[in-house]
Structures are given as C-alpha cells and as structure tokens.
C-alpha cells in the first residue's frame, strides 16, 4: 500500500471516528481524495474498521457514483433525462468523445477522461447538464464543451474553471405564500416555543399539511406517531434525495431558503423529542455541501442549533449532511435509512415504518425538504391559516419544477388546485401535446386533460412538470423512463430486476422495427408481475410510462409495429453489416433473408 493511499483513508476514518455507520461518507471521501477506491483503500479500511471486505465492497458496488475500478482523473457524467435529450445531450457528448479521443463508458488510455451518462442531475430548467467529478455543469453548448475540452487537456484543477461554467440558477418564476414569505430564520422557533410542543402538534395536524415528496401523508400525525412510539431516542431525517427526473424544487429550496428547512427540521425535534437530524442530499448536489454548512454553523452560532436552543433546557439538537452517491431508490425512505446506516440502500420490509423502527431501529421522521419548509411557516402563520390556503384535501401551495417546451422553465408555486391548463399560460408552453406530471412513475396528461388540477385529489405530484409540444415523439419519452428505471433498479428483488431489463428491451425491440402485436401482450404481462410481486415502489410503477403513454397516443407505438407475426428482437441480417463492410459484399448470398432460408 502506498504511503498517500494510507494517508488519505485514515485522514477520512479519523474524521468519522472509524464509526461504520459512515461507511458511505467514508468510501465517497475516500474517492474524492484517491479518484477512485481501491483494493488497498479497501484494505486498510477492513483494517481499520474491521469490517468483512464483502461488506466494504458490496456496498461500494451499490451506488454508481463509487468507482472501484480505476476511472478518469476527470469523470464526466452527462444528465440523461427526456428534457436534457430535448436539449441535444447526446449530441454533445458524442461531439466531447470525438474531441477527446475517448468511447463512451470507457477510460481514456492515459487515464485523464471518462465520459457517460448518469440519470437526471436534477438541472431540467438549465439543460444540457453535466457531472464533472460530482461537480455539476450546466447550460452545455459546442462552445463550452470546447472549453472544457481545453481545460482537461491543460490538466486544469476544477477550481480553476471559470465559476460561469458551475453557475446553477434558481429560476424561482412564481412565488406565493411559502417562497414570497420574509426570511426570518428564528422567527418560526420563537412562535413555536411560545406555542409549546403540544400546541405546535396541533397547529401542524390543524393545518392538514401533507408530505410532498409524493405520498401525502398527514405530517401531523407523523410527528405524532414517532413522538408517541416507544424508545430513549428519536431521529428527523431530512429526505433531500430528490432523484424523481424533472424534479429540481429542493435543489432551489436548499440554495436559498435553507434557514427553513432546517428551521422545519428543529421543530419536529421539538415535537418529537429528537437530539439528533440528518438532511441527507443528494448526491448530485455535491456542490451544496459547502453552502449548508454555512447554514448550519450559522445557526448553530445563533443558537438556533445546539445545546439549549434559544435558552430552552431540554431543546438539544443537531444536524448532520450525509450525501448520497448515485442511487435514486434510495429517496424511499426505508432504503434513504439503509444508506444513512452505511449500508446498501436496499428498500426494508414494511411494516414497521419509520415513525416506530427508523434509524437505528429508533422512531425517525422521514420528512421531504418542501414539507419541512412548510412547517416553519405554519410555525409562524398557525395551521388554520395554512388549511384556507389550496383545496379541501390538499392544503397549502405545491412547488412546480416546469421544464421541457415552454419559453420559461424553472419553479413556479401555486396554491393546490391549480389547472394544467394555468401552469402552461404561465410558463411559456405552446402547442402542447402532454404533461408528465411526478416524473417517469407519474401520469402523462393529454391535451383533453389539461383542465385537470395539480391536488392529491386529481393530479398529486412530487413537482415534476415535464412538456411535450406535437414535435415530441411520446413513444421515445415512455422508452428514455423505462431505460431510467432498468437503470436504477436496485437488483434486490428479481421481478424487477429482470422485469424492467426485459420491459426496456422490449421497448428496444419496436425502437428498432422488431415490433408486434404480440409485445403489446407481453408488455401488459411484465406489468402484473411488475405489479404484483415487486418489493418497492420503483417495481410497482416501472411499466406505468409505457401503459399509460400506450392508452393515451396509440398511434406512437402502432407506428413501429412493423409485423403481424411475432419478430425476434435480434436482427441477424444487421448484425452481418459490420461483416459485408469488412468482405466488400452486398450481394443477395450475403444477406440472411428468413424466408428464403425457410424455403431451402
Ligand atoms: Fe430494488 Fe426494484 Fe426490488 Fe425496489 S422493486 S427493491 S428497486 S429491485
């Protein structure tokens, strides 16, 4: 082992006290110092920390932004959502390939670049975007990637980049009571110590607030029930995981209302007894870390966090930044607390919830960034107040993430129950085909539907607002989800793991002209099973683009169904092309023509 690599990961397990449950801290630190993790990185860990090696690299393995092969000293990773695609992404990263001299997926021979895609980065209203070494690059264009180009060539450090490249904008569009309100960062604690917990409770349960990362959950009787379930200790786990492509409302929250959510987080300690939270970010948001450790110390120096928070004895609580690495199952929160505990994020079995065997085994609340910024403003405002805003079943305002085509993407919040048909006046949207609404596990609404209304009664979203106008082709929409979910799926369960593989060659299969009436059947199957026998939600909705976009624009998949009998996927007449190239034949013997062959 050498001498730096030793350094660098006891550097790090001092930091972390050699404490297991900071495994994944430990191994994306470990890398951010090293490029990538190796077997003597891997070594001195099990050393160190006495852990089995399996348990080290099963879990380095788990997150795609832990490397433990050797990568490029710059690692590229293009965002590949539907909206950065719109956006001419692929067309950029083959145009960086070609410069750098570097195949996709692959290390350049000197070990300088590598370059792919990753899922969305969370920067629709600023696309194309990019990763570089977990640094996120927005606005790409042919000139930039030039740049770029340049910079790696010179063997620049990331801090010597101009800062425009790294600039993320906030684009906050439309504001109404939760992003218009004053920041005032001890004023919602203040309210809430005058209220006492037993009245701050009501006020939250009065207030019908739900959580917004896509459930609806009454938040009150959340509290109420981790407050009220047996055990010494009590966590708040801030879910800042927001990995459903098209969503981008924490990013924005957690840049310039922080106090907030944090503020929201130190309530619910309040309430239920917590001394210890975690805002777990991520990864793609790397470049936050710094900012919110601002926040936190700030607050900690105006004793908002700490030992007695605003002289209350008793009110002890702190906060901590775990940062994802690459793993979208892990924003469902049993799979979010497998992680935190330095672990795969494997989704738990559930029953228990959170609110009773959380982190640790202990009761924890598992709030959204959104939901915990709207309980510092009913902390403030009281909870009547926040039950007149919206609609009967859904209270308050809804933060929009708007992208795709429209002249004005970024965030827009409404009071619950706004029409579709609003949204896109607003935003810029013309000759509008459909909307995805809540990302590739949400709903495609149609034209005939625009009046339907953003509510947990009708439309409920996590925020995603994604717009197609009539040059979009909805079948490629529907494949670029399901590519998302065979990606993302965690492989712990087989009907998804083989299930959404089998769904996104399937989709492949008409992309490339194989397609029949049969695969429509075939594609309804792989739903029940989907359906029926997935362990997590990611199983539950992975078949839900393509039905949905299959009952709602038919015409797109009829389309591509090229053959009444059923076709292999696999084209052997293709597959010789390389071949004929290679011998300078293109006659009929060197064609493979299934009839004839039949024939002989
Ligand atoms: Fe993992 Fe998919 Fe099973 Fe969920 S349904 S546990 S994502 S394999």
């Known amino acids: 082992m050498t001498g730096a690599i030793k350094a660098a990961v006891d550097t790090v397990l001092e930091r972390y006290r050699r404490d297991p449950h900071y495994l994944v801290q430990i191994l994306r630190e470990v890398q951010e110092a090293c490029d990538w993790i190796s077997p003597e990185a891997i070594d001195r860990m099990q050393e160190v920390m006495r852990l089995p090696r399996t348990k080290i690299e099963g879990v380095a393995g788990f997150y795609s932004f832990l ?63 990019m990763l570089v070494n977990n640094i996120a690059v927005t606005r790409l264009t042919k000139p930039r990637i030039d740049a770029i180009c340049e910079l790696i060539r010179a063997g620049a450090p990331l801090t010597a980049w101009p800062a425009e490249f790294f600039r993320v904008e906030d684009n906050v569009r439309r504001e109404d009571v939760m992003l218009a309100s004053e920041p005032d ?35 009150g009787l959340k509290w109420e029930a981790c407050r009220n379930a047996p055990g010494e200790v009590h966590y708040v786990v801030c879910n800042a995981d927001e990995g459903e492509p098209g969503t981008f409302k924490d990013r924005v929250l957690l840049t310039s209302y922080a106090d907030r959510v944090l503020a929201g987080m130190t309530l619910c300690a309040f309430v239920v007894g917590a001394k210890r939270g975690f805002l777990y970010l991520r990864g793609e948001y790397r470049y936050l870390l710094d900012h919110l450790q601002a926040v936190l110390a700030r607050r900690r120096r105006r004793n908002l966090l700490g030992e007695r928070i605003l002289g209350r004895t008793g009110l002890d609580f702190d906060i901590e930044i775990h940062l994802g690495a690459g793993a979208y199952v892990c924003g469902e929160e049993s799979a979010l607390i497998e992680s935190l505990e330095g672990k795969r994020g494997t989704p738990r079995n559930r029953p228990p919830y959170p609110v009773t065997h959380g982190y640790l085994g202990s009761p924890t609340v598992v709030n959204n960034v959104e939901t915990f910024a709207a309980c510092s403003l009913i902390a403030r405002n009281g909870g009547a107040w926040y039950a007149g805003v919206g609609t009967e079943d859904s209270a308050g305002t809804k933060i929009l993430c708007v992208s795709g085509d429209c002249s004005r993407p970024g965030i827009y919040e409404y009071p619950f129950g706004v029409a579709v048909r609003d949204v896109l006046a607003d935003c810029g949207a013309a000759d509008t085909q459909a909307v995805q609404i809540s990302g590739p596990s949400g709903i495609c609404v149609p034209a005939a539907e625009f009046d339907r209304r953003i509510a947990f009664e009708d439309l409920p979203t996590a925020g995603a607002f994604m717009i ?32 959404t593989s089998l769904l996104r060659n399937m989709m492949d299969k008409l992309a490339n ?54 076709k292999p996927a696999f084209d052997l007449d293709r597959a010789l092309t390389a071949a004929r190239q290679m011998t300078g034949r293109d006659d009929a013997e060197a064609h493979f023509d299934a009839r004839s062959e039949e024939s002989r």
Request: aromatic content about 10%.
């Open 513 to 566: 002209g194989h397609g029949s009436p049969y695969d429509f059947a075939e594609i309804e199957k792989m739903n029940k099973i989907l359906q029926a026998m997935s362990h997590c939600g990611l199983g539950h909705s992975a078949c839900n683009p393509v039905l949905d976009t299959v009952a709602k624009f038919r015409p797109a998949y009829e389309r591509r169904l090229e053959h009444d009998e059923f």
């Open 468 to 499: 197609f106008d009539h040059s979009r082709d909805l079948f490629e929409v529907a494949r670029n989800f399901v590519h998302f979910f065979a990606h993302e799926s965690c492989g712990f369960c087989t009907p998804c793991r083989v299930g």
């Open 185 to 219: 960062p001890g004023r919602a604690l203040t309210a809430a110590l005058a209220r006492g917990v037993d009245g701050l409770l009501a006020e939250i349960k009065a207030s019908n607030l739900r959580g917004r990362g896509g459930a609806g959950f009454a938040t």
């Open 67 to 129: 490397y433990t092969r050797p990568r490029g000293k710059y690692r590229m990773l293009f965002s590949d959502n539907i909206t950065d695609r719109m956006l001419g992404n692929m067309e950029l990263l083959d145009y960086m390939c070609g410069q750098l001299w570097v195949e996709r997926g692959k290390t350049s021979e000197d070990g300088l670049v590598s370059i792919d895609t990753t899922s969305c980065t969370g920067m629709c209203d600023q696309g194309p975007a």
